[in-house]
């Protein structure tokens, strides 16, 4: 078995664990620093992990009592900064580590968009990926010209016609051999082509700006959980992010997106799926157990509803906080009950128990031991769920990395589980093997056929 390694980050003071910026080791409030990033990607490169993964909002959460108070005041994803500009300063710093930006298909243009990636394809030698998101905050399309967002499925369908676009400008504008620079020319105009897309959502009829990158595609992940969404991660998605408690509940989002991608036409083995894992290691269990306590007596409850809150749509500012939640009747809240009763169904779970349960770790297990009792549980975590690997969060940032890279990947490293030497030097390699640095030839960009059209990425000229 071979685990795959991605550090799980957003450009924020509070993502997966809340109100832990408080702990007097946190460096979290130096989010807005270039050397906080830098440093960051050195740690995650000596652990000989395959990516960054940079998550994004953009909007505040505002679900919890009808208002950004809370977010604001225990820094949930806000404030937030842009998760592309810190990220030619850490291709800088490094030469493996990939980096996974979250940038979402509602609200960007495809044709500037994808200059940006290719900017960013080149800059980092091949080193970008792409997690693309549709955005659910109804915050966010308030403040970005809608009066409320587009419906869930309508989202995807638009989606859909974004990534249509920019496979076309990415595989199927410039040939390979289009820049020439021989003589009086640089580009032969006759090996660009435009891409004449006229769709519903977009009209996009020239040609791209920018020159392939060594990826010409970045390579593509998705994490969404709906139906619609896996039907989507099974046609696009190389990487899938999932957020599941226990190795059962991701084993389903698993075999149920490798069939969606079997359904598209895809080897289904070529995705590659990510659980988010918060690990927390030291020397000994004891030591261990004793840092977790640590952090638990800085998380906010409080901060903890508010974030839960704006996943679910729900504000659950308006339960009590010691009452089971068995006795609320919202569909919402029922799902969340199920969730948690099938994690533990000996417990009472109020909305205060929850809040502590997700405290440390919200969006996935927190494992907690010396390195061998981590180690042991990362096999048997991704043997049962039938994942490729983690996203580790960080929640007392950029400690909790450093603890993983120094204690945990030597003793998982001995035990053949991750990568001891990077064998390529793109993000793909770091997924298919050296030499594929290009999308692989199963995927939608190579064989379908747009509406009426020749293939999206036709680059045989
Ligand atoms: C593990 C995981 C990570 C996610 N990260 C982000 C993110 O950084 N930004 C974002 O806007 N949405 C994020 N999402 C939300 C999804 O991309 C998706 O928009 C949402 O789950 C709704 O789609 P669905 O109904 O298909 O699940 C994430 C979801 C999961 C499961």
Avoid: C
């Amino acid at each position: 078995m071979r685990i795959r390694l991605n550090g799980l980050r957003q450009s924020t003071v509070g993502h997966t664990a809340i109100g832990l910026w408080r702990h007097p080791d946190s460096q979290a409030h130096r989010y807005r620093d270039l050397d906080y990033w830098v440093e960051t990607a050195k740690i995650l490169e000596r652990g000989r992990f395959d990516a960054l993964f940079v998550a994004d909002a953009l909007g505040p959460l505002d679900v919890y009592r009808g208002s950004a108070d809370a977010a604001l005041r225990d820094g949930i994803q806000t404030p937030t900064d842009d998760p592309l500009l810190p990220i030619s300063a850490m291709a800088a710093a490094t030469e493996h580590l990939g980096f996974s930006v979250t940038v979402s298909s509602t609200y960007e243009l495809p044709y500037a968009f994808a200059r940006k990636m290719t900017t960013l394809d080149h800059l980092t030698r091949g080193r970008i990926g792409w997690n693309i998101v549709t955005s659910a905050l109804d915050s966010a399309a308030r403040n970005l010209g809608l009066e409320k967002q587009l419906g869930h499925d309508e989202r995807y369908a638009k989606a859909e016609e974004f990534m249509e676009v920019v496979y076309k400008l990415w595989e199927g504008s410039w040939a390979d051999d289009a820049v020439v620079r021989r003589g009086d020319v640089f580009v032969d105009p006759s090996r660009v082509r435009p891409i004449e897309h006229d769709g519903v959502h977009y009209r996009v009829p020239g040609i791209a700006l920018s020159e392939p990158g060594i990826l010409r595609t970045p390579v593509l992940y998705q994490a969404g959980t709906s139906r619609v969404g896996r039907a989507f991660a099974g046609r696009h998605a190389e990487g899938v992010f999932l957020s599941a408690y226990l190795p059962s509940m991701a084993r389903q989002l698993v075999t149920g997106v490798r069939a969606e991608a079997a359904a598209a036409g895809r080897d289904p083995s070529s995705l590659k799926f990510f659980a988010i894992a918060t690990v927390i290691v030291a020397e000994t269990d004891a030591e261990a157990h004793a840092k977790l306590a640590d952090y638990q007596r800085y998380a906010s409850v409080e901060g903890a509803l508010a974030r839960w809150s704006a996943l679910m749509h729900i504000d659950l500012s308006a339960l009590d906080l010691d009452k089971p939640l068995e006795y609320v009747e919202t569909d919402g809240i029922r799902g969340m009950v199920e969730l948690f009763t099938t994690l533990d169904p000996s417990r009472t779970w109020t909305p205060r128990a929850i809040a502590e349960f997700v405290g440390v770790g919200g969006g996935g297990p927190v494992i907690v031991g010396s390195p061998a009792t981590v180690a042991d549980e990362l096999e048997r975590w991704a043997s049962e769920s039938g994942v490729d690997g983690f996203n580790i969060a960080d929640p007392v940032p950029p400690v909790t990395f450093r603890d993983f890279v120094d204690l945990a990947v030597p003793e998982l490293q001995r035990r053949g589980l991750v990568r001891s030497e990077y064998e390529g030097s793109t993000l793909r390699e770091h997924f298919y093997g050296p030499g594929v640095t290009r999308i692989p030839a199963d995927h939608p960009p190579t064989t379908r056929r747009p509406p009426g059209g020749r293939p999206a990425a036709a680059h045989k000229f």
